[in-house]
């Protein structure tokens, strides 16, 4: 077995690999750039080398800093994780050139499945079904727009050379096929240095479903059943599950045979992921091969027991598969969701910033845990704008879906994390929702439940603002409403005393509590020494709280609350201004503004100029000087955390000035077009 591997990734998957490596008594060496330098990898790792800039062009991206790194440190083979260059087969060429493993599939095999067009070709000749579509190689635009035209809409384009959900664009009418092409191949330039696409029919009610494979150097292929991926937003991966809802075992052997054929066409060694769409009647068609591991891959480790990433070491180092096709089995669900630092009210809009505070349930990370957190972050880290905002991956383990469901919803319920915008409330409507509860399932469900998903603000409840007048006591001294728990022996001055007495107690004292759309003025009032109450809007509530502070500066509390004689408890964390209220049903963010903080506050300047949502790369300017443009038109195209953004006009007017040229970094906040409205 090796004795040390240098793992060419970052984040979760890199101390994913740490973990497993250190449990079988091998080294490992973490790589890093100038954003990583104190991240939660190179801190997993035995040894870490710095290989250049933010950038992944710079440092993740550099074939040569990661050979070197390896050669430097004596490290005999590479994991690359997944991303960046683990399905380059420029790098597997680099390492074995080098002399040093690459921990997955040959360079040839890498080039047979990378480039989606070539694979298609590939199953099309080994009999498994394919989308009706075009996968050769004239990319002429007037060319593929014919192809579109004649294959029907609507119609997906995307980057042969693509994953991850990038450079793909569903185009639903001819007119608009020329310019969702140009933005596909401008993502996938950026992203994989490829622009070559393929169209294919798209499927308007599909389930994505993968099947993990594996092969030796012997010429074993095995199965390990299927994943269930259709929940996603913008082509990306939401939550995954494992078995698939509703899959008959003809089916799955069905799929799992076309698996094993597609990876013994190409000699596959290592893990990989066969990746089909299939219509609701059963009927698959093979969509393409992702040659590494994948970030879904704990839903199968917690329904078959086994390591994948062991599995993938022990096959680099010339060992067979650990099984046969026959020992495997399906034990309980499994479901996944990724946890990303985004705003799912603003189109899933990339978040940036520190994470002031961050506790997951209680959780065992290994692979028969009930529930497992894969992460690479840790409190006080910073989410920047050069990688992917995915901040943990939550995974449950129940004996049947129904239970998998329920112990997600606690878990998500239990995940508490403030510094800037997240999806997990989402996650926790998402996972609850009723198509999703039923398996009613395919990859427009959160397009289609959008109104459930995303519902109306609603107001706050009176509980939830008694714990806020609970904690407002508490950071002033009072932390139980009983007077007997903090009553003084014999005289103290009440001008010392941190028991909240005051002139004139019984006029109590008033508190103004905001959310995003509304204002709750509370009063609290002391009518005796143990008899507290809470008017909300002219409702009087009676009140008690019993407080326990924890955290750093003592800002998290731990609340019994009596409201009216009902109790129940909660966790309160207080920064700033902010109050974020984690209960057994919800998670509510509130405000208790400052007064005097913004007493001096002048009103804020209007500008007429659209700024930049996030730090990102100017990467297309639609308009010039002088040009009239309507609302809704897109001015510029930024690219943010391997996304395209695209900016629009919120009104009719006329350009009158650019900030920015293509190819220009941006600030978050910085001004990039000035447009003189009409309005």
């Excluded at 989308?131 to 997906?156: E, M, T, W």
């Excluded at 991850?164 to 992203?191: H, P, Q, T």
Aim: with cysteine; aromatic share 8%; net charge negative.
């Amino acid at each position: 077995m090796f004795k040390k591997i240098l793992i060419a990734n970052r984040g979760e998957i890199a101390c994913r690999v740490a973990s497993t490596a250190r449990q079988m008594g091998i080294a490992t060496v973490a790589v890093y750039s100038d954003a990583d330098r104190h991240a939660a990898h190179v801190e997993a790792c035995d040894e870490a080398v710095y290989i250049g800039g933010s950038e992944p062009a710079k440092s993740y991206l550099r074939i040569d800093a990661i050979i070197e790194a390896a050669k430097k440190t004596g490290a005999e083979a590479i994991h690359p994780g997944y991303g960046f260059l683990a399905e380059n087969g420029d790098f597997v060429a680099a390492c074995q050139q080098a002399g040093i493993t690459f921990i997955g599939p040959s360079a040839e095999a890498m080039a047979a499945m990378g480039s989606k067009s070539a694979a298609k070709t590939l199953m099309e000749k080994a009999g498994v079904p394919l989308v009706p579509g075009y996968h050769r190689d004239n990319q002429d635009p007037d060319f593929l727009h014919q192809q579109a035209d004649s294959i029907g809409y609507p119609v997906l384009i995307k980057a042969s050379a693509g994953g991850g959900g990038k450079g793909m664009r569903i185009v639903n009418s001819s007119d608009e096929f020329i310019g969702m092409l140009e933005s596909c191949k401008r993502e996938a330039i950026n992203s994989f240095s490829n622009d070559h696409v393929l169209i294919e029919r798209y499927v308007t009610k599909p389930r994505h479903i993968e099947i993990q494979v594996f092969g030796d150097e012997f010429g074993n292929y095995v199965y390990l059943f299927e994943r269930d991926c259709s929940v996603q937003r913008r082509h990306q991966k939401v939550i995954e599950e494992a078995p698939a809802p509703g899959m008959t075992e003809q089916r799955r052997r069905a799929m799992g045979e076309a698996a094993v054929n597609a990876a013994r066409a190409v000699n596959y060694v290592g893990a990989g992921t066969v990746e089909f769409i299939a219509e609701q009647d059963g009927t698959f068609y093979f969509m393409e091969m992702n040659t590494r591991l994948q970030v879904e891959h704990p839903v199968t480790e917690m329904i078959t027991g086994y390591d994948l990433v062991e599995w993938q070491l022990r096959i680099a180092n010339k060992e067979p598969i650990p099984v046969q096709q026959a020992d495997l089995a399906i034990n309980g669900h499994a479901i996944e969701v990724r946890i990303y630092a985004e705003n799912p009210d603003n189109d899933f809009l990339p978040s940036i910033g520190q994470l002031s505070h961050l506790s997951f349930p209680e959780h065992l990370s290994f692979i028969n845990a009930p529930i497992r957190v894969d992460s690479g972050i840790r409190e006080g880290d910073r989410i920047s704008p050069f990688y992917d905002p995915m901040i943990a991956k939550l995974i449950v383990w129940g004996v049947d879906r129904e239970q998998a469901i329920a112990r997600m919803c606690q878990a998500l319920l239990g995940t508490h994390i403030i510094g800037l915008h997240t999806n997990v409330s989402f996650l926790h409507r998402l996972i609850t929702n009723e198509a999703f509860v039923n398996a009613d399932l395919d990859t427009g469900l959160i397009e289609k439940n959008h109104a459930s998903l995303f519902p109306p603000a609603q107001s706050v409840s009176s509980k939830a603002l008694a714990y806020v007048a609970a904690t407002y006591m508490a950071k002033h001294g009072l932390k139980h409403s009983r007077a007997a728990k903090n009553a003084p022996i014999g005289y103290i001055d009440p001008w010392a005393s941190a028991d909240y007495w005051r002139v004139r107690q019984g006029e109590g004292t008033t508190v103004t509590v905001e959310d995003d759309h509304n204002e709750y003025p509370l009063r609290i009032t002391q009518r005796s020494n143990d008899d507290w109450i809470l008017e909300i809007n002219g409702v009087i509530h009676e009140l008690t709280w019993d407080v326990n502070t924890s955290g750093n500066n003592g800002l998290t509390f731990d609340i019994k609350l009596g409201l009216d004689g009902d109790l129940s408890q909660a966790k309160v964390v207080h920064e700033g201004e902010e109050l974020y209220l984690y209960t057994q049903e919800s998670q509510i963010r509130l405000r208790v503004p400052n007064t005097l903080a913004h007493a001096a506050e002048g009103d804020e300047l209007g500008g007429g100029g659209l700024t930049a949502p996030m730090p990102g790369k100017v990467i297309n300017i639609l308009v010039n000087v002088g040009d009239r443009v309507e609302a809704g038109d897109v001015l510029l195209v930024m690219e943010a955390m391997k996304m395209e953004h695209s900016i629009t006009a919120d009104t009719g007017g006329t350009v009158e000035e650019l900030f920015f040229a293509v190819g220009d970094q941006v600030t978050e906040g910085a001004e990039l077009i000035k447009l003189n409205s009409d309005d």
